[in-house]
């Protein structure tokens, strides 16, 4: 990468970016946040220069810098996404660990967010904007479409699919060949072994439906 990149979001998943640049040795420019508490304050010498809307700095994006988005909100992760399309006409940059594994057969969209001990297999289909946390397993023929968070330590078996805006907690076992469907949840260390409907929330061993 040759540009330096502009992280929006300074906390959570914005701070482990930072981490996962520097191990790529990809120069952070600064980040966007729209925590007054936190502007002008620095993250490991990285400042933090000020809100998301910041014309000052998000003009810089598309012409010298690349722009990774990292916040936790979905609402939010959306908006800011859609303005770096619809204003500055640049996908986000992937963020992508050094130790993380990403087989040469596996397809890779933009935005993405995959930590340290990650394994994406061969054939997935890893859509747009996705969180995959430290030591996720993606096996293989899977498809995970925009938008998702696969938790620490999950392992999603072959041929799954997860659709858009979907959650799994962490520790989540996902048994092959099962969908997950449009912004369904899964709760931490859950055995999900039968499909999920849409926005249906599941916990448990095995993974059932829950209203809480």
């Known amino acids: 990468m040759e540009n330096p990149v502009l992280i929006l979001g300074a906390k959570g998943i914005g701070l482990a970016a930072l981490e996962i640049f520097k191990s790529n040795n990809v120069t952070v420019f600064g980040f966007l946040d729209d925590d007054n508490k936190l502007h002008g304050k620095e993250i490991d010498e990285v400042t933090v220069l000020g809100s998301t809307d910041d014309e000052g700095f998000t003009k810089l994006i598309g012409k010298k810098c690349e722009a990774f988005v990292a916040v936790e909100n979905q609402k939010l992760k959306q908006s800011l996404t859609e303005f770096l399309l619809d204003m500055r006409k640049i996908m986000p940059v992937n963020a992508i660990h050094a130790k993380a594994y990403l087989s040469k057969m596996a397809l890779i969209g933009h935005g993405n967010f ?17 969180v995959v946390h430290t030591n996720a397993v993606i096996d293989h023929e899977s498809v995970v ?12 078996g072959s041929a799954v699919t997860i659709e858009e805006g979907a959650f799994i907690g962490s520790g989540v076992t996902i048994i092959s060949g099962i969908t997950i469907g449009k912004g369904a949840r899964v709760g931490a260390g859950s055995v999900v072994m039968a499909p999920v409907k849409a926005k249906q929330t599941v916990f448990g061993v095995p993974a059932v439906v829950t209203t809480v």
């Open 114 to 130: 995959v930590n340290a001990g990650a394994s994406i297999q061969a054939g997935v289909k890893l859509g747009n904007h996705c």
């Open 145 to 156: 479409e925009d938008f998702v968070q696969i938790g620490a330590g999950t392992v999603v």
